[in-house]
């Protein structure tokens, strides 16, 4: 039986005494330490092989993005087919044998294979991520999701700022053949990790057996999504919000360079302000998240948004520019622990793969768009107006969200089927 089924009121020692919770949560912390000793790394080693070429760099977005637009929806669709524990296995092998080509790649041909390793380990975790969703899902009481989903964010923050100094820290005293050496090496970690697993529930005798086709599964993920109004209001929030954070995430540097007037190495300590401050965030919301409904949560965080990227754009003062990026990252746990939880309370177990996949490249869809136009629109207006332009998005976002206040909570709508 699922130690996520069982009876009796949850409290924090059952939650952390959970198998599933150590297992995944350990593969986690190999994975952020392999992502991003990758990400760091293969950007200081691309910007050192082509004298910082901006279209060179572009490709590494590309490379990472891309593919979660692209592939999103077809691994979700097969995440509820496949059995989830093995996908994720599975998938953390495949990454680590791309990797490992990578590096024989690096001693014996060109440099410019490295671009394989962010493309293959950015597909392979549209297939392995919302796996890991199911098993939440399957493994983690509702009373505890948001708990989960807080610890969890509360790790990743950790790793905005120790991921950056460890990738930099890599390249510059190893290289990059060790670099990525590590990187294959902390995927195989994570699949060992992961075979700790509580084993994938097998089908019964007697059931029936898969008898749809793929193509048609996604059709019933689409009317599924549709016919659920909790869902078909989210990810009108996650268009907008993606074209949001697209319009300004490459814009950074510019905020401290031109606003600020500061060298652009002070870039790293607005990193550590929101990695410091998503920590805090990630605990405070985990206190509060029993109180308050995920829809209620991730109106706040947008609410609050909308004030740090209008700030943030227009100031030319350095606390307050950090006062800003503070409270950005204090309210970003609220904005996904509250989608995540939304996803999670509002999809049957059989359909979170492909409601997964929908959601997510409806974001990401956006942001690569106006990503990918950011640059243009730099040259042609000035970064006031690009922030407050994304700041006017978030409140669209508000305004979509503010309906669902009124829904019930954990809702999940019966299957859409043929």
Not at 129 to 144: A, E
Request: charged share 10%.
């Amino acid at each position: 039986m699922s130690q996520g089924a069982s009876t009796g009121a949850p409290t924090m020692r059952t939650f952390f005494s959970n198998r599933f919770v150590q297992s995944i949560m350990l593969s986690g912390v190999f994975l952020q330490v392999g992502i991003w000793i990758r990400n760091f790394a293969i950007l200081l080693y691309v910007t050192d092989m082509t004298n910082n070429d901006p279209k060179s760099l572009s490709l590494i977005s590309v490379a990472e993005f891309a593919p979660i637009f692209i592939f999103s929806f077809i691994g979700g669709a097969f995440a509820d087919r496949w059995r989830p524990k093995l996908t994720m296995v599975w998938c953390d092998i495949l990454s680590a044998v791309s990797v490992f080509i990578i590096m024989i790649t690096l001693y014996y041909g060109s440099w410019k294979a490295i671009f394989f390793a962010t493309l293959v380990s950015s597909i392979l975790s549209q297939f392995s991520q919302p796996s890991g969703m199911k098993l939440f899902k399957v493994h983690v009481p509702d009373s505890q999701m948001q708990m989960g989903m807080s610890l969890y964010q509360s790790m990743m923050a950790i790793f905005m700022i120790l991921g950056p100094i460890m990738g930099t820290f890599v390249y510059y005293h190893f290289g990059i053949e060790m670099a990525v050496a590590i990187m294959g090496v902390c995927f195989l970690l994570s699949a060992l990790v992961l075979m700790f697993l509580p084993a994938d529930r097998k089908v019964e005798k007697g059931a029936e057996p898969r008898t749809t086709h793929i193509w048609a599964e996604m059709g019933q993920g689409f009317r599924y999504v549709l016919k659920n109004r909790m869902l078909v209001t989210l990810g009108g929030c996650f268009a907008v919000a993606g074209l949001a954070i697209g319009l300004i995430s490459p814009l950074g540097l510019y905020v401290v360079t031109e606003n600020l007037g500061l060298p652009k190495e002070n870039l790293q300590w607005f990193m550590a302000s929101n990695g410091i401050a998503m920590i805090i965030g990630g605990g405070v919301t985990m206190v509060f998240s029993k109180k308050m409904l995920p829809q209620a949560m991730l109106t706040l965080g947008m609410a609050v948004s909308v004030v740090t990227f209008a700030v943030i754009g227009t100031t030319h003062l350095l606390w307050l520019a950090l006062v800003m990026q503070f409270l950005s990252g204090f309210v970003m746990p609220a904005i996904q622990i509250g989608i995540n939880t939304m996803i999670m309370g509002n999809t049957e177990e059989s359909f979170v793969g492909r409601v997964n996949g929908i959601l997510n490249p409806l974001f990401m869809g956006a942001m690569v768009i106006t990503m990918s136009l950011a640059g243009t629109l730099k040259a042609s207006f000035s970064l006031e107006a690009i922030y407050l332009t994304a700041a006017a998005l978030f409140v669209v976002g508000v305004l979509i969200m503010l309906p669902s206040l009124k829904y019930k909570a954990s809702t999940a709508p019966q299957a859409a089927r043929e």
